[in-house]
C-alpha cells in the first residue's frame, strides 16, 4: 500500500537505477529526488530534474537528507535543510559540470584542466563542510575558499555573478537596490582579485584597513653539513640591515652536536623560529638573513696541544649570509617553504669577527675563506602575513614544532595593548686591556651576571637567543690571541620588572691559558647598575665602563663594596670623591664597552615623563612640565598613557584656573597621538579608561570652557594650529565631557544639569559660528572649519547619552544648516561637507526615525545643490544610497512612507536629470551609483507616492518632460547595459522596477495626452521604452538553464509577457491616433512578435491586423504597412531572429483576422506574401550563418532576390540583395555570374542626369555617374570570366555614351577595351563547361530547393563524378538516387534529401552561327554552351522484338528536352527547370541523322582541300577517306540497307518511304563527295603514299558496287563531280555500323568518356541515343590474334595527326559485356571477338554514382601530353632527310597498306609488346615555295543539323553532331573517320591561331628549310605507352581504349597516341617546351600557326586570296 512520506521527503541518489521495473524512474547517481510515498523499501516521487516524471525507486539507492516542506499535499515544495552554501556548491557543480566537457570539446583545454582541479577542490571542502568536526573560523575560512573559486569558476565560463555578504547569497528582496549594486561590485573586485591571485586577506572595513599589516619569516634549519670541526656548535640567526650596518632581531639559537644533529634529542625537526613584526618598510630595507657559527671546543680547532682536553672554549668558526630582497620575490609567489642552501665562510684574522658578515656581504674575499663544498647550512624560508593570532590560525602545524618566537629588537610598527614587554638587549662591544708583562697577547673570556640589589644572582635572566632556555650567567667566545677583542655579541636580558630597579651587572674578565694546566685567571672586572638615580633606566647608547683589577683571590661576597665605586665616566662626575684605599683599583689604561636598547612596556628613560609622573614633587615646575610633555615620544606616551591621563586630570583638579588651558593642549596632544597608525590600538586603552579609570567629574566644565575659547578664537587667531588639532581631538574631548558630567551627576545627583545644558548649547553655536564663517580668503580658517566637519559626526552617540534623539537631531541640524548652501565655496572644502553629511547619515542618530524627520531634509537639501550644479556625485551617491539602504531596512516603520515622500519630492527629477547627464558622458560607475539610487527610489515607492507625483504637477507641460525624462533613463539603461552582463540578478531586479514604474505611469500617459492633448513624442518614447524592454537579452529566458528560468518565473514571472499586456493595453487606447505610430513602430513591434515567447506573440501580432486596418480606412490601402513589414523583416530575420513557428502563427493570426474584413482579397495576398517571404528568409539566415557552401549560399540569394522582383516589387531590397549576391559570386571567382548580377542592377538604371542618393556603398551621384561605374564593373568582370562577347555590347553601349558626350578620351579607351576582347576570343583558350541535371526530391530540402530541378554549369574540368561528390559533400544527409527515372510521391513527401543527378547536353540558340562556314571554332565553340535555355538527354531503348541478326532494326531513342527558366550563364550557376519534353526517335530517323551529319563532315573537309590549294599534309584527308571507304566496303552502311531497305520493313512501314527515299539519296550524297575527295587526294597524294590511294580507289570501287544493286546510275558518278552539285550539297557522311548492345549512356564528359571534350560526332553512323547520352567509351578486350589487316584498319581510323586541331575527335569505342558474334558483327569477312567488357554500367548517363574504377578516367586523360611531350623519335623532322628516304613512320605506313601487315619494328617495342603494332602517320613535306601554304585548322565545325545519334558503324558520337570525331566498330573491327573538319573554305582570312606558336627549336636539327607550316605526326611506337595499356588488356584490331579529351574553352584537341591512359616520362628533345607545359593546367590543346614571322600584312594578304579563290 502506497502510503505518503512524512519525513522522508528528500534525498540524493547513491547508486544509479536503470528503472527496469515498471513505472520505474531512471536514476543518475548524485541525481536528487523529491520522495512523495512510500511501499515496502520502494519510494515513489520525481526527480529535481525532470520534475514532471514520477516514477518509482528503491528506497536503498537514496541517502535522506533533512528538508523543510512547505505547502504539504499535492504541490507541495522541498528545501533542503542544509548551509545555504553546500546548496550553492551542489547546484554550481551541477551546472558546470556539462559546460566543463563542452570546453574539452572547444578544444580549451587549459580552463578545461584548471576548471576540473578547481571543481575537485570545491567538492573536497563541500566534503569538509557537512562533516561538521569545524570550529567556527574554520568554517569561515573554508566557506572564504569555496566562494573565491565558485566566483572564479563563474567567471571563466560566462555565468551569472553571485552577490554576497559574508560568504551567503543576499536576497535581493532584503536589501536596497543600493546595497546591491556594492555588492555586485564588492563580489566583482574579490573575483578579480582571486582570478588576478592577489593575497584575499587583506582588512576590508572602515578605518581598520589603514593599519599595516605585520610580515613575519618562518626560518627551520634543516641540517648544516660539515666534517672538519668535529666539535658541537651553536648557530645563531639574526636578521642585519646592511644599510644602517645593524642587527635588527633577536637572535635564534640552533645547538648542534659533533655530528651535526641537534644537541637536544627532541629538537629534531623542530629547529625552527619566526622572525615577526617585520613591517612594509622594512621588507623593502637591505635585509640579510646572517648565520653565525660558534664551535665550542680546545683552544685551537686542530693543535690538540693548545688547553686540556677538559676545557671547552667558545670560540668563533664561520659565518653565512642570505639576502632577503634576493628571495622575496620567489617566497611571495609560492606561499609556502623554500629551501635555500648557506655557505659557511671562515675569518681569515679573528680580530675581524665581529664583521665577518659584513665583508662577506661586501665580497672583500681577502678577509674570509670559502668553504670546502661540504659546507653549507640547509634552511627552509616561508613569507607570512597578517597579525600573530591570525598566523596561527592559518598555520597551526607550523605552531605545533616547538616554533621559536624571535623578535624585532625594539617595537613594532603597531603596538598592541596588550603587548607587556621588559627586555634589555645588551650588545658586548669591544675591550682594551693591558699585555701584562706578557709575551703574547690574552685570550680574554667574559663572564655576566645579573645581580639584584642584596647580591643575589638572578636565576634564568639572560638569554643567547631564542630557541634555547635562559641561564644565569653568560660566557663571552674567545678571541684567540687579542688584547683589543671586538665581540658585537648580541645578549637580551628578560628581567622581571619588580626585579629592575635596584639590579646591575657584572662583567668579570678571564685570561684562557693554553697551556697544560689551561686556568682561567681573572684579573678584571666591571660593573653597570641598570637604573639611574633619577628612576630612568640605562639609556640606549653606548657606555664605557670603567675596568676594575683583581685576581682569583678577590671575592664579589660583598658587592656593596664596588657598587660604591664609579661605574662610568658620568658616574665617576657625579661622585668625585672617590677614596683611593678601596680593595679595586680601576686600570686607568684598560676600558670595556657595552650598548643598551630598552624594549619595555614599563620602564621609561624619559625623564620629563618622570617629571610629569611624580609632579608634586616638584609643585613649582608644572608649567614646565606640561609644556615638555609635547616632546615625549609617543611610545613612552602609550605606556604609561592611564598614568599620564591620571595625572593630568589630578593637576587640572589642583588648580583649574591656572593650569586648565595647559592640561586641555595636553589632553588634546595624547588624543591626537592616538591618531597616529602606529598608536592607534591604543584607541581601545583610551576608551577603557574613560568608562572604568576617568574620575575627573568637575573637568567638563573646564574642557567646555577651553573648547569654546578656541572656538571663538579662530575667527581672530592668524596660527590656528592648536585650534585645528582641538578640532580634531572633538571625539574623545566630547567622550571626557559626556563622561565626566555622567561622574558628577552621579555624585550630585543630577545637580547643575540646566547649566550643563546651556553650555553645550553655546558650545554648539561657538560650533555654528566657525561654520558660518567665509572662509574663501582664508586657507587657515579653511582648514580649521574641515578639521571641525570631520570630527563633527563622531560626537553624537556621547550627545545621546545625555540628550534624547530629537535634541540631538535638532543640534545637528542646525550645525549643518549652518554651512553655507552654495556650491562654490571651494571644491575642497564641498568635499568636506559631504563627507560630514555621509558620516552623519552612517551614525547611528540617523538609524532613528525620529531624527531622520529632522535631518532628512536638510541633508536632501544639499545633496539637491549638487546634484544640480553636478558636483562631487560619487560622494552624493554614496550618502544616497546609504539613505536608501537605511530607509528598506526600516520600510515596515510607519514614517517612512513619509520620508519617501520627502525623497520623491526632493530628488526625484533631479536625479533623472542627473543621469541623463552622466549617461550622456558614458560615466559607467557614476551611472551605476545612480541607476542603483534612482531604482531603490522608485522601488519604495507605492500607488500613494506615485499619486502625489503626478497630481504635483502643475501643468501638462512639467508631467510631459518628467515622462520623457523617465523613459529616456529607462531606455538608456537597457540599451547602454550600466550593469555587466553576469550581473543577473541586478539586471532582473531593474526589470521588474521598471515594469512596475511604467504600469503606474501609463495611466497618466493615457489621462493626459489621449484624446485632444495627445502628444506624439510622449507616446513614441513609451512605445519604444517597451519594445526595448521586451527585447532585453536579459530576459530572454530560453537561452538559460531550465532550473534557473524556474527560478526567475517564480520570483518574477515572465515580465516580456507583463510588458506585452501592458503594450497591447496602450495601443488600444490610442484610438484614431494609431495612424501617427504607422509605418513608424511597425519595426519596433515586429522585433517584438520575433521574441521567442508564444504569449508574447500572440499578445502582439494582431496589432499588425489592426495598423493595415487603420491604414486601409485613412489611405484606401496599406501600403506603408506593407513596406514598412517587409523591409523590418527582412533586417530582423537575418539578425536571427524568428523561426519557422513564427511564420506558422503569423500568417494564423493574421488570416484569421484578415478574413472577417472587406478587404480581405488584398490583405490575405498580403498575408500569403510576407508569410512566402519568411520562409525564404529563413532559408537565406540558415545558409548564411551556417558553415554552407558557396552554391547553397548563392541559390538561397537568387531565391530571395527574384521573390523581391517578381512577387513584392520591393527594389530597394531587390538591389541590396543583387550586391549581396555580387558579393557571393567573386568570393566564389564567378566573375561572368557576379557580371550577370550587376547588370540587373545597371539595367534599372538610365542614362540620365537624376541626382541619386547614397545608397550601400555607392557615393551621392547621378544616374549616368553610376550607371557608367556599374558597366565598368561589369566590364570588368566579364573579362575576368573570359566572356568577353557579353561584355562587347557594354562596351558599344559605353561607347555610343562617350560619342555623344565627345569624350573622345574615355571613347578610345573603351574601343580599345572592345578590340582587346576580340583579340581575346580569337587568341586565348577557353574552357567549354559542363552541366547537369540535379533533382532536390524530399521535404528536408530548404525551401528554395525542394523537389525541384535544376541544371548547374559546371565549374572547369569538372566532370560528373566530381560535380556528384561535390552535391553529396554540401548535402552531406542526401542519398544519391541510382536510377534517371522521376521520383515518385512518396520520395517527394519524405522527410529526408534525395539527390538525382545526371549530366546533360546543350541545345544551343545560335544555331545559324553554328552553320556558317566562316566562324572560327573558338567563337562557335562559345555560342555551343553559352546563353543556352535548353538541354537534352537521350535514352536508348529497343521497341518491340530484337532482330538478333540486326539490333538497329528496333533501336529507338528517347530524347528529354529541359527548358529552364533562365539561359546560362546568368545570375548563378544553376537554375531552376521551367519545362520538360519527351520524343522518341525511330531508328529510321536516327539514321537519316547519322548520315547527313557524316556527308556534311566530309564535304566541310574536301572543301578546305579543294579550295585553298593545300600542299604537303594530307593525312587528314586520307585517314577521314579512309575510314569512310573502308567501313563501308567492310559492311558499314550495308547494315543500314538490311535494317531499312529490307521489302519486309518497307511493307511493314508505308509511311516512312519518304524517309527511305531521303536516306537513299544520303547514300548517293555521299558516293559523289567521296568521288570529289578521292580526285582532291590524287592531286596532292605524296609519290611514296600513291599505294594508299591506290587502295582506296580500289575500295571505293568495291563500295560502289555493293551500293549498285540498291543504287542504280551510281558508277556513272564521276570521281570528281563537286560535291555542290548534289541535291544535299553540303551534307557528306560516312558510316560504320555498331551493335545496339554496344551501346551504353555515358556523358560526353564524364570520366568513361576517355574522349574528351569535343562535340563533333565521333562515328560515321553512330546513333543518336549514344550521342546525346554522351560520348560513349567502349574498351575493347580482346588478345592478339586478328588478321592485322584489321588491325591496320582500325589503327588508321584511331589515330589521325595531333597537329591539327580540327581533326582531333572523341574516340571512343564500347565493347558490349553481352556482344555476340552475330548480333556485332559488321561485315562478312570479319567476326566480333566475343570477350567484349563495357567500359561503363548501363546506368553511367543517368546515375550519379558511378563505379569506383571509373572514377579517375578523367584525371588519367588530364596526365596525356601534347604533341610536344613525344619523344623525339616521334616528333616531326625534315620531311624528307639527306638520303632521300622518307621517315620511319611514314615507310611503316607505307609499308602496312602494300605489304604485308607485320608488327612494326620500332626499336621502343620490348619483347612483351610483341602482339602491339606501331602505326605512323605524317604529313608529306613540300619545299618551301612549291604551293601556298597550307593553314592548319582553327576550329571545328558544327553541324547545322541535330547531333548525330549511334549508327551501326560508330560506337561513339559528338554530343552535337560537330565533333570531329574518328570511331572504329568495336566488333569488326571496320572503322569509320568521322567529320574531321580540318577547315573551311569559307574561313575567314588567316591569322596566327595561338599565342604560343611552336619556335624553332621544336624542328629537327637536322632541317636547313624552315617549313611554312607546322607538319603533325602520330606515333604509336612508344614502348611505354604499351606498358601504360597493360591493366587493360585489348585486342589487336580493337579501336582505341582512349583518346585524349578536349579543352572546352579552346578548340577542341587532337587525339593522342593511342592506348594512353598515362604516358610515361619519356626523354624530350625539346625541353624549353616541356617545361611551358608543365605550366598549364592540361596538355591537352592544340595549337596552329601561321609560319614563324608573318605579319598581319601577310595574313591580310592571304586572307583576301583565300576569299576571292572561294568566290
Not at 1908 to 1928: F, G, I, R, W
Request: hydrophobic share 35%; charged share 25%; with cysteine.
Amino acid at each position: 500500500m502506497w502510503t505518503p512520506t512524512e519525513e522522508e521527503k528528500y534525498g540524493v541518489v547513491i547508486c544509479s537505477f536503470r528503472g527496469s521495473v515498471p513505472q520505474g524512474l531512471v536514476l543518475e547517481i548524485g541525481e536528487t529526488v523529491q520522495i512523495l510515498e512510500k511501499c515496502e523499501g520502494w519510494y515513489r516521487g520525481v526527480s529535481t530534474k525532470k520534475p514532471s516524471v514520477k516514477g518509482i525507486f528503491p528506497a536503498n539507492y537514496i541517502h535522506l537528507k533533512k528538508a523543510i516542506v512547505s505547502n504539504r499535499g499535492q504541490y507541495e515544495t522541498v528545501v533542503p535543510l542544509e548551509d545555504s552554501i553546500v546548496t550553492e556548491v551542489t547546484a554550481t557543480l551541477q551546472e558546470w559540470a556539462s559546460l566543463w566537457k563542452q570546453l574539452y570539446v572547444k578544444h580549451k583545454v587549459d580552463l578545461f584542466y584548471k576548471l576540473r582541479h578547481v571543481m575537485n577542490e570545491l567538492i573536497d571542502l563541500r566534503r569538509q563542510l557537512l562533516s561538521g568536526h569545524l570550529t567556527q573560523d574554520q568554517v569561515r575560512e573554508v566557506k572564504r575558499h569555496i566562494t573565491v573559486r565558485l566566483d572564479w569558476g563563474n567567471e571563466h565560463l560566462g555565468l551569472d555573478l553571485v552577490p554576497r555578504k559574508d560568504f551567503e547569497v543576499v536576497d535581493s528582496d532584503q536589501i536596497s537596490v543600493s546595497d546591491l549594486y556594492k555588492m555586485h561590485l564588492s563580489s566583482r573586485q574579490s573575483v578579480q582579485q582571486s582570478t588576478s591571485q592577489v593575497d584575499t586577506m587583506r582588512p576590508r572595513h572602515g578605518e581598520a584597513c589603514r593599519i599595516p599589516v605585520p610580515h613575519h619569516f618562518f626560518l627551520s634549519l634543516k641540517s648544516f653539513t660539515y666534517n672538519t670541526i668535529g666539535e658541537d656548535t651553536d648557530v645563531f640567526f639574526s636578521l642585519y640591515d646592511m644599510r644602517e650596518g645593524k642587527q635588527i632581531s633577536e637572535r635564534f639559537l640552533v645547538r648542534l652536536n659533533k655530528n651535526g644533529g641537534p644537541r637536544n634529542p627532541e629538537k629534531i625537526e623542530r629547529m625552527c623560529a619566526l622572525f615577526t613584526d617585520l613591517s612594509s618598510k622594512d621588507m623593502k630595507r637591505d635585509l640579510y638573513i646572517v648565520a653565525h657559527v660558534i664551535r665550542i671546543g680546545r683552544m685551537l680547532l686542530n693543535d690538540s696541544k693548545k688547553g686540556p682536553a677538559h676545557l671547552h672554549y667558545r670560540r668563533p668558526y664561520g659565518c653565512a649570509v642570505l639576502s632577503v630582497l634576493d628571495v622575496l620575490q620567489s617566497l611571495t609567489e609560492l606561499k609556502e617553504e623554500k629551501d635555500f642552501v648557506l655557505k659557511v665562510y671562515t675569518c681569515n684574522n679573528e680580530s675581524e669577527w665581529s664583521q665577518i658578515h659584513e665583508n662577506i656581504i661586501r665580497k672583500s674575499s681577502a678577509k674570509y675563506s670559502a668553504p670546502s663544498a661540504s659546507h653549507g647550512l640547509i634552511i627552509s624560508l616561508q613569507l607570512l602575513r597578517g597579525d600573530m593570532e591570525h598566523i596561527r590560525r592559518e598555520n597551526p602545524m607550523i605552531f605545533s614544532r616547538g616554533l621559536a618566537i624571535t623578535r624585532k629588537l625594539g617595537f613594532p610598527d603597531v603596538i598592541m595593548p596588550g603587548d607587556i614587554r621588559n627586555d634589555l638587549y645588551l650588545t658586548l662591544e669591544k675591550g682594551d686591556f693591558e699585555r701584562g708583562g706578557k709575551s703574547v697577547q690574552k685570550n680574554i673570556e667574559v663572564t655576566m651576571y645579573v645581580l639584584y640589589a642584596d647580591g643575589e644572582i638572578l636565576k634564568d635572566c639572560i638569554s643567547l637567543g631564542s630557541g634555547e632556555p635562559n641561564r644565569s650567567s653568560y660566557h663571552s667566545f674567545v678571541l684567540y690571541h687579542s688584547n683589543s677583542p671586538r665581540w658585537g655579541e648580541i645578549i637580551k636580558l628578560p628581567i622581571p620588572i619588580d626585579r629592575f630597579r635596584g639590579s646591575h651587572l657584572r662583567f668579570e674578565f678571564r685570561h684562557c691559558s693554553t697551556k697544560d694546566k689551561g686556568e682561567k685567571k681573572l684579573f678584571g672586572f666591571a660593573f653597570s647598575p641598570l637604573m639611574r638615580d633619577d628612576g630612568t633606566t640605562l639609556s640606549d647608547d653606548i657606555h664605557e665602563l670603567y675596568v676594575y683589577k683583581c685576581d682569583e683571590n678577590s671575592t664579589f661576597n660583598n658587592h656593596a663594596l664596588y657598587l660604591g665605586l664609579p661605574c662610568c665616566k658620568e658616574d665617576y662626575n657625579g661622585c668625585p670623591n672617590i677614596p683611593s684605599s678601596l680593595i679595586f683599583q680601576r686600570s686607568t689604561k684598560e676600558s670595556f664597552f657595552i650598548s643598551t636598547q630598552l624594549s619595555s612596556t614599563k620602564l621609561t628613560q624619559n625623564v620629563d615623563l618622570l617629571a610629569l609622573l611624580k609632579w608634586k614633587a616638584f609643585p613649582d615646575r608644572i608649567m614646565d612640565i606640561l609644556g615638555r610633555l609635547r616632546h615625549v615620544s609617543g611610545e613612552e606616551i602609550v605606556k604609561f598613557l592611564q598614568d599620564i591621563l591620571d595625572t593630568l586630570f589630578v593637576i587640572l583638579d589642583d588648580n583649574t584656573e591656572k593650569y586648565g588651558l595647559l592640561v586641555f593642549q595636553s589632553l588634546v596632544f595624547i588624543i591626537n597621538l592616538l591618531r597616529d597608525i602606529k598608536y592607534f590600538h591604543f584607541r581601545p586603552v583610551m576608551d577603557t579608561y574613560i568608562q572604568k579609570h576617568f574620575a575627573g567629574a568637575l573637568a567638563y566644565k573646564e574642557l567646555i570652557r577651553c573648547l569654546k575659547w578656541y572656538m571663538d578664537c579662530s575667527a581672530e587667531l592668524i596660527r590656528q594650529d592648536h585650534i585645528q588639532e582641538a578640532m580634531r581631538a572633538l571625539e574623545y574631548l566630547f567622550k571626557f565631557i559626556v563622561q565626566s558630567r555622567i561622574l558628577y551627576s552621579r555624585a550630585t545627583c543630577g545637580m547643575e544639569e540646566e547649566q550643563f545644558r546651556s553650555s553645550i548649547q553655546e558650545l554648539f553655536q561657538s560650533i555654528r559660528f566657525v561654520l558660518s564663517l567665509d572662509s574663501r580668503n582664508s586657507e587657515t580658517l579653511l582648514f580649521t572649519q574641515a578639521a571641525l566637519l570631520n570630527s563633527f559626526p563622531t560626537i553624537f552617540d556621547e550627545l545621546l547619552q545625555m540628550f534624547t534623539v530629537q535634541e540631538v537631531a535638532e543640534f545637528v541640524r542646525g550645525t549643518l544648516g549652518s554651512m553655507p548652501s552654495t556650491v562654490h565655496i571651494g571644491q575642497s572644502m564641498d568635499v568636506v561637507k559631504l563627507q560630514s553629511i555621509a558620516r552623519t547619515v552612517d551614525s547611528r542618530l540617523f538609524s532613528f526615525s525620529e531624527s531622520r524627520r529632522i535631518l532628512l531634509p536638510v541633508v536632501l537639501h544639499h545633496i539637491h545643490l549638487h546634484l544640480r550644479q553636478q558636483k562631487e556625485l560619487l560622494i552624493c551617491s554614496g550618502i544616497l544610497g546609504s539613505i536608501f539602504s537605511i530607509v528598506k531596512t526600516s520600510s515596515l516603520e510607519a514614517d517612512v512612507m513619509e520620508e519617501v515622500e520627502m525623497m520623491v519630492e526632493s530628488l526625484l527629477d533631479v536625479l533623472l536629470q542627473t543621469l541623463l547627464t552622466i549617461m550622456s558622458k558614458s560615466h559607467a560607475q557614476e551611472a551605476g551609483e545612480y541607476v542603483s539610487c534612482l531604482l531603490s527610489l522608485l522601488r519604495q515607492m507605492c500607488d500613494t507616492h506615485y499619486q502625489h507625483l503626478l497630481d504635483n504637477f502643475q501643468s501638462k507641460d512639467e508631467l510631459k518632460e518628467f515622462l520623457l525624462k523617465i523613459f529616456c533613463v529607462f531606455r538608456n539603461l537597457m540599451k547602454m547595459s550600466v550593469f555587466p552582463r553576469d550581473w543577473m540578478v541586478m539586471r532582473l531586479l531593474t526589470s521588474n522596477i521598471i515594469v512596475t514604474t511604467v504600469q503606474y505611469l501609463s495611466s497618466a500617459l493615457h489621462k493626459n495626452f489621449t484624446e485632444t492633448d495627445f502628444d506624439f513624442k510622449v507616446w513614441n518614447s513609451y512605445f519604444s521604452l517597451a519594445v526595448l524592454f521586451i527585447n532585453q537579452p536579459s530576459l530572454q529566458l530560453e537561452i538559460i538553464t531550465s532550473a534557473k528560468r524556474k527560478k526567475i518565473l517564480d520570483k518574477y514571472g515572465d515580465m516580456r509577457v507583463m510588458m506585452a499586456y501592458e503594450l497591447f493595453s496602450m495601443w488600444q487606447n490610442l484610438g484614431e491616433h494609431k495612424i501617427h505610430f504607422i509605418p513608424g513602430m511597425i519595426g519596433p513591434f515586429l522585433g517584438v512578435t520575433l521574441v521567442p515567447q508564444p504569449e508574447v506573440r500572440n499578445i502582439m501580432i494582431p496589432i499588425f491586423h489592426d495598423m493595415m486596418d487603420w491604414e486601409q480606412r485613412k489611405n484606401g490601402n496599406f501600403k506603408q504597412v506593407e513596406a514598412e513589414l517587409i523591409d523590418k523583416l527582412d533586417s530582423m530575420v537575418s539578425e536571427g531572429k524568428g523561426d519557422e513557428s513564427y511564420r506558422e502563427l503569423f500568417g494564423l493570426l493574421l488570416l484569421e483576422k484578415v478574413e472577417q474584413e472587406t478587404w480581405r482579397e488584398t490583405g490575405i495576398s498580403f498575408v500569403t506574401s510576407v508569410t512566402r517571404l519568411m520562409e525564404r528568409l529563413l532559408d537565406y539566415r540558415d545558409c548564411m550563418k551556417g558553415e554552407e557552401t558557396e552554391n547553397k549560399k548563392i541559390g538561397c540569394t537568387v531565391n530571395l532576390m527574384n521573390f523581391y522582383k517578381s512577387e513584392i516589387n520591393k527594389e530597394e531590397m531587390y538591389i541590396r540583395y543583387i550586391h549581396k549576391l555580387c558579393d557571393m559570386h567573386l568570393q566564389a571567382e564567378n566573375y561572368t555570374e557576379a557580371a550577370f548580377t550587376l547588370l540587373l542592377y545597371c539595367e534599372l538604371l538610365q542614362w540620365e542626369e537624376r541626382p541619386l542618393r547614397e545608397f550601400l556603398h555607392y557615393p551621392s551621384q547621378t544616374e549616368w555617374q553610376r550607371k557608367e561605374g556599374l558597366c565598368r564593373k561589369i566590364i570588368h568582370y566579364f573579362n575576368k570570366g573570359k566572356s568577353w562577347e557579353f561584355g562587347i555590347p557594354l562596351c558599344r553601349e559605353l561607347a555610343c555614351q562617350y560619342e555623344s558626350l565627345y569624350d573622345y578620351q574615355s571613347l578610345s579607351w573603351i574601343r580599345k577595351m572592345e578590340a582587346s576582347y576580340y583579340d581575346n576570343i580569337m587568341e586565348q583558350q577557353r574552357l567549354e563547361p559542363e552541366f547537369f541535371r540535379v533533382g532536390f526530391y524530399g521535404r528536408k530540402f530548404p525551401f528554395f530547393l525542394r523537389n525541384k530541378e535544376y541544371v548547374c554549369r559546371g565549374h572547369d574540368y569538372e566532370r560528373l563524378e566530381a560535380f556528384q561528390q561535390r552535391m553529396l559533400s554540401e548535402f552531406p544527409q542526401a542519398v544519391a538516387m541510382q536510377h534517371p527515372n522521376h521520383p515518385d510521391d512518396a520520395i517527394l513527401q519524405c522527410d529526408a534529401q534525395y539527390l538525382q543527378i545526371y549530366a546533360v547536353t546543350p541545345i544551343p540558340d545560335y544555331v545559324d552561327v553554328l552553320q556558317m562556314d566562316r566562324v572560327p571554332d573558338r567563337v562557335k565553340s562559345f555560342y555551343r554552351v553559352n546563353n543556352v535555355r535548353k538541354f537534352r538527354y537521350d535514352r536508348p531503348f529497343h521497341k518491340g522484338p530484337k532482330d538478333k541478326e540486326n539490333e538497329f532494326k528496333s533501336l529507338w531513342i528517347e530524347r528529354t528536352t529541359l527548358t529552364l527558366t533562365h539561359s546560362l550563364p546568368g545570375i548563378s550557376r544553376w537554375f531552376e527547370v521551367e519545362r520538360r519534353e519527351l520524343v522518341e526517335v525511330s531508328p529510321l530517323e536516327n539514321a537519316i541523322q547519322v548520315v547527313e551529319n557524316k556527308n556534311q563532315e566530309l564535304r566541310a573537309l574536301i572543301s578546305q582541300y579543294q579550295h585553298k590549294q593545300v600542299h604537303g599534309n594530307i593525312n587528314l584527308l586520307s585517314m577521314c577517306l579512309n575510314g569512310v571507304i573502308d567501313a563501308a566496303v567492310n559492311g558499314g552502311i550495308a547494315r543500314y540497307q538490311e535494317a531499312f531497305f529490307d521489302k519486309d520493313y518497307i511493307t511493314k512501314h508505308p509511311a516512312d518511304a519518304e524517309k527511305i527515299t531521303q536516306l537513299k539519296e544520303l547514300m548517293q550524297e555521299q558516293v559523289h563527295v567521296l568521288g570529289v575527295g578521292l580526285a582532291v587526294h590524287e592531286k596532292f597524294v605524296h609519290p611514296e603514299m600513291r599505294p594508299l590511294h591506290k587502295k582506296l580507289i580500289d575500295q571505293f570501287q568495291m563500295m560502289r558496287a555493293s551500293l549498285y544493286h540498291e543504287f542504280p546510275g551510281l558508277d556513272k558518278l564521276s570521281p570528281a563531280c563537286s560535291g555542290t552539285s548534289t541535291p544535299r550539297g553540303n551534307v557528306l557522311a560516312s558510316h560504320s555500323p555498331m551493335s545496339p548492345e554496344n551501346i551504353k549512356m555515358t556523358h560526353r564528359h564524364s570520366p568513361m568518356n576517355l574522349m574528351g571534350t569535343g562535340r563533333h560526332s565521333s562515328s560515321s553512323l553512330s546513333s543518336h541515343a549514344s550521342s546525346e547520352a554522351g560520348n560513349v567509351v567502349m574498351l575493347g578486350d580482346s588478345s592478339m590474334g586478328e588478321a592485322t589487316e584489321d588491325l591496320y584498319h582500325h589503327m588508321q581510323l584511331a589515330y589521325p595527326n595531333p597537329r591539327y586541331q580540327g581533326s582531333v575527335t572523341n574516340v571512343s569505342v564500347l565493347s558490349s559485356s553481352q556482344a555476340s558474334p552475330s548480333s556485332s558483327s559488321l561485315s562478312s569477312t570479319h567476326s566480333a571477338p566475343s570477350q567484349m567488357i563495357t567500359s561503363a554500367p548501363s546506368s553511367a548517363r543517368g546515375s550519379p554514382s558511378l563505379p569506383d574504377k571509373y572514377r579517375h578516367a578523367r584525371e588519367m586523360m588530364l596526365l596525356l601530353p601534347t604533341h610536344r611531350d613525344r619523344p623525339s623519335s616521334a616528333m616531326y623532322p625534315a620531311a624528307i632527310l639527306e638520303n632521300g628516304q622518307l621517315p620511319n613512320f611514314q615507310r611503316a605506313l607505307f609499308q602496312q597498306v602494300v605489304g604485308a601487315c607485320k608488327p612494326c619494328s620500332d626499336p621502343n617495342l620490348s619483347v612483351a609488346e610483341k602482339g602491339h603494332y606501331s602505326l605512323h602517320f605524317d604529313a608529306f613535306h613540300h619545299p618551301l615555295g612549291d604551293t601556298p601554304p597550307a593553314l592548319p585548322a582553327r576550329t571545328l565545325r558544327k553541324s547545322p543539323l541535330h547531333p548525330i545519334p549511334a549508327s551501326p558503324t560508330s560506337p561513339q558520337s559528338g554530343l552535337d553532331g560537330s565533333n570531329s570525331t574518328l570511331s572504329g566498330s568495336a566488333s569488326s573491327g571496320v572503322s569509320s573517320l568521322s567529320e574531321s573538319n580540318f577547315g573551311h573554305s569559307s574561313e575567314a582570312p588567316p591569322r596566327t591561331d595561338t599565342m604560343d606558336s611552336m619556335p624553332s627549336q621544336a624542328w629537327n636539327a637536322d632541317e636547313d628549310l624552315e617549313p611554312p607550316y607546322l607538319p603533325v605526326h602520330y606515333s604509336l611506337s612508344e614502348s611505354a605507352v604499351l606498358d601504360s595499356v597493360k591493366a587493360q588488356p585489348c585486342r589487336s584490331h580493337s579501336a582505341p581504349g582512349c583518346v585524349i579529351p578536349q579543352d572546352p574553352m579552346d578548340p577542341p584537341a587532337l587525339p593522342p597516341k593511342p592506348y594512353h591512359p598515362r604516358l610515361p616520362a619519356v626523354e624530350h628533345d625539346e625541353g624549353v617546351l616541356l617545361r611551358e607545359e608543365a605550366e598549364r593546367p592540361r596538355g591537352l590543346h592544340r595549337k596552329a600557326s601561321l609560319p614563324p614571322g608573318s605579319t598581319k600584312e601577310e595574313q591580310a594578304r592571304m586572307a583576301w586570296e583565300h576569299g576571292r579563290g572561294e568566290q
